[in-house]
């Protein structure tokens, strides 16, 4: 079997990450939690981009689990992370969360679950955090078929002119094409 240069493991681990930005957007959109519906979300508390109370954070130096159900307060669903406030002992914390800092996600007034491998790298490894994905580039409008002509001619020179400069050579796809 070839070997996986597209990193299909990371990038479906990525797009499951994104169903709980959604959900979690989701109950924003519907000023709460809609049915019976409530989620446990566990994350790595010591992971880069993640904000937790240093009582709670010394207490589950690894990892967390929090409860979004009936009392959380400021909820917030960004693109790489979501905020929250969450009482602990009767006391308000807040917690910032990537979302790349999770490793499991549990509806259980539905039986869903997401478990997630830890991540095996700060968020800039080979796979970019939500925040960074991009849609395709949509293609230039061309223009009109006189001007085009020109700005091509322009732009060939321009460019044959600085690669040749920089050491590069240019070699034209028409020189390969029969004529």
Sequence with gaps: M??????????TQLA????????????????????AHHFYITFLTR?????????LAKKYPEEITIV??????????????????LKFGGVPKY???PYTAI???????VGFALQFEPPQAAP?????????IKSEKKKPKRAPA????????????????EKEESGDKVVSLDSFRKK
């Excluded at 979004?68 to 406030?85: G, K």
Aim: hydrophobic share 35%; glycine share 6%.
């Design 2 to 11: 070839a070997q996986d240069l597209m990193n299909y493991e990371q990038m």
């Design 16 to 35: 499951l990450r994104g169903v709980v930005r959604d959900a979690i957007r989701r109950v924003i959109r519907e000023d709460g939690l809609p049915g």
């Design 47 to 55: 992971y880069p981009g993640a904000e937790i109370d240093e009582g």
């Design 68 to 85: 979004l159900e009936h009392q959380f307060w400021d909820l917030t669903a960004n693109e790489d992370n979501f905020e929250v406030t």
């Design 95 to 97: 917690i910032k969360v």
């Design 103 to 109: 490793t499991r996600f549990h509806d259980p007034s």
């Design 124 to 132: 800039e490894a080979s796979v970019a955090p939500l925040a960074n």
């Design 146 to 161: 006189k001007k085009a002509k020109a700005e091509k001619s322009d732009k060939k020179s321009k460019d044959t002119t």
